[in-house]
């Protein structure tokens, strides 16, 4: 008898997500103009840009 394993190309948590029409061509033109190999990975790139830019904005607390 043989045994099939499924093998993942990764093991990185996968989500679905919405997304209206007019932000998948921006990101898609995104994509096109940074040569970005996937739609994936250009959404992956924004999300850490704006969380830099978030953390960046937030007021630091001064430590007494």
Known sequence: M???ML???TEKPRILI???DYLL???DDYR???RINSR????RLLIEAGLKVSELSKP???KK
Do not use: D, H, Q
Request: without cysteine; neutral net charge; hydrophobic residues 50%.
């Open 60 to 62: 630091k607390l001064k």
């Open 25 to 27: 061509t921006r990101i």
């Open 2 to 4: 043989m045994m099939y």
């Open 7 to 9: 093998i993942m190309p």
């Open 18 to 20: 919405a997304l209206e």
């Open 40 to 43: 994936s990975e250009a959404i």
């Open 32 to 34: 096109f103009e940074n």
